[in-house]
């Protein structure tokens, strides 16, 4: 689709909700969103907001996925976009802040900021300015699911350290059980991969001084955390090169793999696609015993208030209430992600358990650092890494990579 033909559906997307608003209510406003499959749930916390702000109606408009950004910065740009949009967190923000679309917000408009953890806000901020343009909405925790079932019958119990997971391993393939449900056949999910298990082996010491730039990727630990991901392949499926996420999913769920390395996202949709299943979701294996429990975590984006919304006031009483506790313990129990609000109470014991988990958890590096210019650190390893499961380069060789690619943009990286 032409940039002009989304400006058109935009613009028409206006115009039509223009023509159908009531005057029932002092304002409406509309919320754009990516999540189509969401709507039941946000429907449902736009009617408890109402109930409080008898002044207000929301309207939940889904967009689709693949061509969001697109069409929130072509109906930005025209004036017609929603008073509040779902924004995705880190470098997304960067086009739509220097471009002036998003409101500024701070605790005087927005009081419930100070419902957030330092890199909660930091996360939803622009690193020129330093304000945030974007009140977060969940944290995503990266680790290990677990088939409990198929640990049941095979008699064996999860693993907690390297070399559990590589015994472990052996004895489910012993048994005809494949390992890991892991492939490489997603690009987008293959970075996450690589945060699951190399996370433990690098540690909250050496992300803090990649973030800086006390260190790059070249460092040979970095290059030891990747090398024992080459270990991984004996324990991933047949031809696990050409294996996409979906299908990993679906050997999980079958029980004919018995973990996965996924993420906290996806916790919901599996109870729906096996409600019988028993599954659990651990910390990734340590390094060695008796070693603290790192998962991964990163911020998956957050709530924005367009500059030009001819209802701005309203629009920022929403988004103030959508980092309220009300808000967050309803988010957490109806849609099963973790609010990163403070206080909020989380009943779902694995959910529970993910919350614990992100306790001691370490970036998602690239996500989190290194996805304000191009070419972004996701795009280089997601680019490289299938390279190096397939042995066409080495880890040291990714390294390099990410470090070069990543320099022509990040000044603490160049020269070294």
Do not use: C
């Amino acid at each position: 689709m032409t940039i002009a033909k989304l400006s058109r559906a935009v613009l028409m997307g206006g115009m039509a909700w223009g023509m159908i608003a009531t005057a029932a209510f002092a304002a409406d406003i509309t919320f754009w969103t990516w999540r189509q499959e969401d709507k039941a749930a946000y429907e449902k916390f736009f009617s408890a907001f109402t109930a409080e702000n008898p002044d207000i109606n929301v309207k939940f408009e889904a967009l689709p996925d693949t061509t969001y950004p697109t069409m929130v910065s072509t109906g930005l740009a025209a004036g017609k976009a929603a008073d509040v949009i779902h924004t995705h967190a880190y470098g997304w923000l960067d086009q739509f802040v220097r471009s002036g679309y998003l409101e500024p917000l701070d605790e005087a408009t927005v009081p419930s900021l100070a419902n957030f953890t330092p890199d909660a806000i930091e996360a939803l901020s622009f690193r020129e300015d330093h304000k945030v343009y974007s009140v977060p909405f969940a944290t995503m925790t990266l680790g290990l699911f677990i088939n409990e079932d198929v640990f049941e019958k095979a008699g064996l119990t999860p693993p907690t350290t390297w070399e559990e997971f590589k015994t472990v391993g052996d004895a489910l393939k012993s048994k005809g059980i494949i390992p890991l449900a892991n492939g490489m056949g997603t690009s987008w999910f293959n970075e996450m991969f690589v945060s699951v298990f190399a996370g433990p082996f690098l540690g909250p010491e050496f992300a803090a001084e990649l973030s800086t730039g006390a260190t790059t990727y070249k460092d040979p630990r970095y290059a030891a955390a990747l090398s024992k991901l080459l270990e991984l392949r004996d324990y991933m499926p047949p031809n696990f090169a050409g294996v996409d996420y979906e299908t990993a999913g679906q050997l999980f769920l079958s029980g004919r793999a018995a973990m996965l390395a996924g993420g906290s996202f996806d916790i919901a949709n599996y109870r729906k696609l096996n409600p019988s299943l028993k599954m659990d979701f651990i910390a990734p294996p340590a390094a060695s015993a008796g070693d603290v429990p790192h998962a991964s975590k990163f911020y998956d984006g957050g709530y924005a208030v367009n500059a030009a919304s001819p209802n701005k006031e309203a629009a920022l009483r929403l988004v103030n209430w959508m980092g309220t506790t009300e808000f967050g313990n309803m988010f957490s129990n109806t849609l099963g992600n973790i609010s990163p609000i403070n206080g909020v109470e989380i009943t779902d014991p694995i959910l529970h358990h993910v919350a614990e988990l992100n306790k001691t958890a370490v970036p998602h590096l690239n996500v989190v650092y290194f996805r304000f210019g191009k070419p972004t650190g996701s795009e280089i390893l997601q680019a490289n890494i299938t390279k190096m499961m397939s042995g066409d380069m080495t880890p040291e060789q990714v390294g390099v990579e990410m470090t070069n690619g990543i320099a022509t943009w990040f000044a603490p990286f160049q020269g070294k």
